[in-house]
């Protein structure tokens, strides 16, 4: 900002008032001229774009919300990018989605924990709410999703909507290394469940029970290593499933295709 009456700089937040002495044109006078200028304070959108991440996006694996990554160009507004890309559908045809294809985000703004979301339509459909909540609440900074209609929202609001394993971590199509870590919810009777990992072939290189934080009807969290040994890079599957109590069988079964290294 400048004031060219006498070279002086002030500066304000929002605006300056500048008087400015000019000269009088034959009459050897002066006029005083008031000037005011306004200064905007930066957006989000005025901010370049960050180097592009991996965020996830919940799409739907039959009527359960299934993670998948996204690489896409955040910026600080990473909660309208992760959104967008939710918007844009699935890129894999083993998944769906029950947002339609028309759905346009209109705003999203995030405070005290609950992130505020305009849609045109608006979500109604459990299953596109639960979408809509769990991409947002990958961010630490959102606990709830408020859709303008009813109280703000959390996971806990769609349990019928999330599998009873939920791998939220490697990613489909993710490469891994002997020892990596898998993450996620679940929940099962007496809170445990069992792994396989899978080569190309089939062959089991790895397997074992995992117990989750809580279950039998409370969703818990759990976190486990998975040790393997391969002689080249190929494409493995880790599978997760539950053993019934009843009978033995497994049950809640689910694969996540990954790249051995």
Same mark, same amino acid.
């Given at each position: ?17 500048? &008087? ?13 001229? !008031?000037?005011?200028?306004? &200064?905007?304070?930066?957006? !989000? ?45 699935? $890129?894999?045809?083993?998944?769906? #989605?029950?947002?339609?294809?028309? #759905? ?26 639960? @979408?809509? /909540?769990? #991409?947002?609440?990958?961010?630490? #900074?959102?606990?709830? &999703? ?14 019928? @909507? ?27 009777? $007496? ?37 393997? $040994?391969?002689?080249?890079?190929? @494409?493995?599957?880790?599978? /997760? ?21």
């Amino acid at each position: 900002m400048r004031n060219i009456a006498g070279g002086m700089r002030f500066r304000g937040a929002l605006s300056l008032l500048a &008087v400015l002495a000019v000269a009088g044109c034959g009459g050897g006078g002066t006029k005083t001229v !008031t000037v005011r200028e306004t &200064v905007t304070e930066p957006t !989000t959108s005025s901010v370049p774009n960050e180097a592009p991440k991996v965020l996830k996006v919940y799409l739907l694996q039959g009527d359960k919300v299934a993670p998948a990554a996204r690489s896409v160009a955040t910026g600080p507004a990473v909660a309208r990018a992760a959104l967008e890309a939710l918007l844009a559908g699935p $890129e894999d045809e083993e998944l769906d #989605t029950a947002i339609p294809p028309e #759905t346009e985000l209109k705003s999203v703004t995030v405070e005290g924990g609950v992130a505020n979301v305009g849609l045109s339509p608006q979500a109604t459909d459990d299953a596109a709410r639960a @979408q809509v /909540v769990y #991409t947002l609440t990958q961010f630490p #900074t959102v606990n709830r &999703v408020d859709f303008g209609a009813g109280p703000p929202v959390g996971r806990k609001a769609f349990e019928a @909507q999330t599998p009873a394993i939920l791998v939220e971590s490697p990613l489909p199509g993710e490469t891994v290394e002997p020892g990596f870590k898998v993450t996620g919810t679940a929940n099962t009777f $007496e809170a445990t469940f069992n792994y396989e990992l899978k080569d190309a072939s089939g062959k089991v290189l790895s397997k074992h029970f995992v117990t989750a934080s809580s279950g039998s009807g409370t969703r818990g969290t759990f976190r486990f290593t998975v040790p393997y $040994e391969v002689e080249n890079p190929q @494409q493995g599957t880790l599978v /997760v499933f539950e053993i019934s109590a009843e009978n033995g069988s497994r049950i809640n079964e689910s694969e996540l295709p990954l790249q051995l290294e």
